[in-house]
């Protein structure tokens, strides 16, 4: 597995790169937001960590330049812990949020849990097959969707999301379920981190966001989708 890390704090990317590399990750580091851009233009990385104030171009710039060419899981890291900024992560695609200063044994579990459920994936090949529901269409083999037959890029996190309840029409799951499942350990982030991903579906796959059709809520409760 190749791994890109980019920060500012020399000192903490040799940390990272030294921990994971312990790890057995293959560990590519750079210092700015427009080398980050670069780097996971020109390398084929498995995932990202990025910080979220770097020199050049900051960390959420450099995350929207780069979900313009590649879906692969992003981890922002960050010294500001206001929600706020975590939701505009989320905004600019990231697909988790670490605030600083960290244990690096979370880090390390974050890094296998994004790992994991992008591998699982992939080696979904021939089982996954194609899923639809009214004009939404997902493909779970390429991991690509549709909206009306034209094409929708979703990050990482946002298609684990949207593929969970596709398979599952009907079935009301809680924020704290989402979390669990589609974040792929406990998690223990702000369940409105489920209320942006939810958003940006809509947005992505609806029709009329503001009346949404299939990606509904229950109140109280929390998110489904709708069946047949």
Same mark, same amino acid.
């Given at each position: 597995?190749?791994?890109l890390v980019v920060d500012d704090e020399k000192v903490l990317v040799k940390g990272i790169?030294?921990? *994971?590399?312990s790890e057995g990750y293959q560990v590519e580091t750079g210092?700015?937001?427009?080398e980050a851009v670069e780097l996971a233009r020109s390398g084929n990385f498995d995932l990202i960590i990025l910080d979220l104030m770097m020199p050049k171009i900051d960390g959420l710039q450099a995350c929207m330049r780069i979900r313009e060419f590649s879906n @692969?899981? @992003?981890i922002m890291l960050t010294a500001r812990s206001e929600d706020t900024d975590k939701i505009i992560g989320f905004e600019c695609g990231a697909d988790d949020y670490i605030t600083k200063p960290f244990n690096i044994l979370e880090l390390k579990a974050r890094v296998r849990a994004l790992l994991r459920r992008a591998g699982m994936a992939a080696q979904q090949k021939g089982g996954g097959g194609k899923l639809t529901m009214g004009h939404i269409t997902l493909d779970a083999d390429a991991r690509a969707a549709w909206k009306d037959g034209q094409s929708v890029e979703l990050t990482a996190k946002e298609f684990d999301l949207i593929e969970l309840l596709l398979r599952n029409p009907g079935r009301v799951y809680s924020r704290e379920n989402l979390l669990n499942v589609v974040w792929g350990y406990e998690y223990a982030g702000d369940y409105r981190t489920v209320d942006v991903h939810i958003r940006r *579906?809509?947005?992505k796959l609806e029709l009329d966001p503001a009346n949404p059709q299939y990606i509904l809520t229950k109140w109280g409760v929390g998110y489904y989708l709708k069946g047949n």
């Open positions: 597995m190749k791994i790169k030294f921990n *994971l590399e210092y700015d937001g427009e @692969v899981p @992003v *579906l809509r947005e």
